[in-house]
């Protein structure tokens, strides 16, 4: 069966000029041979008009131009249809494209996708939200918050806006369940990743991987700024190990367990974000990974 690609690309997504990606994207995709068609993304996430231009056209691979949140939105709303996905990072942090060892330089992105090798990659729920690779309660959803509202993007933006928040973040209180097991904390932040990948290449959870079927759960306890900073070393480093949930200590500076689903009790309503982009805050979380949730060339 004859390969054809639909792109979505994102117009605002990172600092590249995406008037050049599309020549790009055209350039490399007639040298193949693939028959394409291109769409910019929507502002709202809604994607259903695409279902019959899938079924119409034949499409066999949805190629998504754009950073963490755009791709959040094209998964969620395509995956149930019978396509593969592709990724060409161009957004701040690039998360789940960095996960897959998907390549920044969009020719070489575009090498990968054709050669067509896709895998099952698992996302998982926040209550009725989808995400592909991360959910962050606390401080890193804060940055994001204030990224998002910043005239400028690109990573110079994100590290001053880290930096700045860092300094006045503070701690909240949390009450977590896994299993039969219930953890009463208070935490600068809590990730619960399905990517090993903060975004950059900053890796908050090594073991996370986008195929176990588990989510990895970090939690960065209350504690002084000099001690937050070495704890994220030894995470970033790999020098903490994963512990079974019904072992872990509640008194540990840094909490890292993995587990099928979570029920999160944010009770004083830490800001959140999904896979980069904030989203309004809920009192309390069911969140549970969905396995083999869609197709990824990486």
């Not at 050049?20 to 993304?41: H, M, N, Q, R, V």
Request: charged share 20%; glycine share 8%.
């Amino acid at each position: 069966m004859q390969r054809k690609l639909l792109y979505i690309v994102n117009p605002i997504s990172g600092t590249r000029s995406k008037g050049s990606l599309e020549d790009i994207i055209k350039t490399e995709t007639k040298k193949i041979g693939f028959p394409f068609f291109i769409y910019p993304s929507v502002a709202d996430g809604d994607y259903s008009f695409l279902h019959s231009i899938i079924k119409e056209k034949a499409i066999t691979d949805v190629v998504i131009a754009g950073g963490d949140g755009t791709i959040n939105q094209v998964v969620n709303d395509l995956r149930k249809q019978e396509v593969q996905f592709g990724i060409i990072p161009c957004g701040s942090g690039n998360g789940l494209a960095f996960s897959a060892g998907i390549p920044k330089d969009p020719v070489k992105a575009l090498q990968l996708i054709f050669k067509g090798h896709s895998k099952l990659t698992d996302g998982f729920f926040i209550n009725k939200k989808f995400a592909c690779m991360l959910c962050g309660l606390g401080f890193d959803a804060q940055v994001a918050h204030d990224f998002a509202n910043a005239p400028k993007r690109g990573l110079t933006t994100y590290v001053q806006k880290t930096i700045k928040n860092f300094f006045s973040a503070k701690a909240y209180s949390f009450v977590l369940t896994a299993g039969d097991k219930e953890i009463k904390t208070e935490a600068f932040f809590i990730s619960i990743a399905n990517s090993n990948q903060f975004g950059n290449n900053f890796t908050i959870a090594p073991k996370a991987s986008l195929t176990d079927g588990l989510l990895d759960v970090v939690i960065m306890t209350k504690q002084n700024k000099l001690s937050i900073l070495f704890q994220t070393l030894k995470q970033i480093s790999g020098y903490n190990k994963v512990k079974s949930v019904d072992i872990i200590d509640e008194t540990s500076s840094l909490i890292y367990f993995q587990t099928e689903a979570l029920l999160v009790t944010n009770k004083d309503g830490a800001p959140m974000h999904i896979d980069g982009d904030p989203v309004e805050t809920v009192a309390q979380l069911k969140v549970k990974v969905l396995h083999d949730a869609f197709r990824l060339v990486q």
